[in-house]
């Protein structure tokens, strides 16, 4: 798929996951809202949004996932970190399962100097305190301090996965802000985009309208008599005759 186009970034570095939920059920995707998957710290001064790369885990097995598997360069978790693109986003599949992590200080930091827009599992990580401090958009289902080989065995990266029970393909585009994580099939999402800024300066107005006292009926949803003083409202914000 071509990349994001400038203008479809900005977008959605703005807009709410909320807003962004809303066009998607327009669109007939009512499942598109990670479960379970939230901001770890408090720092994001505007939304991760980028193309994802996934990685797909199954249950670890104590033949297999042993500290000297973690030597070899070759190792699917490492080399997915190694090869996720620049400004794309880190998914790991990890079945749900938070009580092991899927990442630590040393892996985030490395997607953060490789310029990796963020990284998001359904799984923990390790080290949340640091890495909360990085000012790295981090996602996850929570902090676990066991190593991922205790229950993880990162088995192959760039293919279709399952993430906080939402479907993932690559270069899906990835949206996380302080409520959650919402998947956007790359297809729609330009006009997601436009449809989802044009809905929040909408709701701007109208959330005025609720401020001042307007009753719900003929407000949320607007009728015909408020869709013109919107109209109105709007022309003089942008300086329209």
Known sequence: MPALPRVTLARLRRVSTATLSTQLFRHGLRN??????????????????????TLRC????????????????????????????????LVIDC??????ASAGQMLITRLMKRGVAGFVSDGAVRDGAPIGDLGFPVFCAGTSAPLGLALHHAEESNVAIGCGGVAVYPGDVVVGDRDGVVVIPRMLA????????????????????????????????????????????????????
């Open 95 to 100: 079945r749900g399962d938070a009580r092991a």
């Open 190 to 241: 330009d006009e997601i985009a436009h449809d989802a800024a044009a809905e929040e300066e909408m709701e701007e107005f109208l959330l005025t309208r609720i401020a001042a006292g307007a009753a719900l009926a003929g407000t949320y949803p607007p009728d015909a008599a408020t869709l013109a003083e919107f109209a109105v409202w709007r022309a003089g914000r942008h300086g329209e005759r």
């Open 32 to 53: 598109a809202y990670m479960q379970g998957v939230r901001l770890l710290g408090s720092r994001l001064d505007m939304n991760l949004v980028g193309p994802a790369f």
């Open 58 to 89: 199954i249950p670890a097995r104590e033949d297999v996932d042993t500290l000297a598997a973690l030597a070899d360069p070759d190792h699917p978790q490492r080399r997915a970190i190694e090869a996720t693109p620049e400004g794309h986003v």
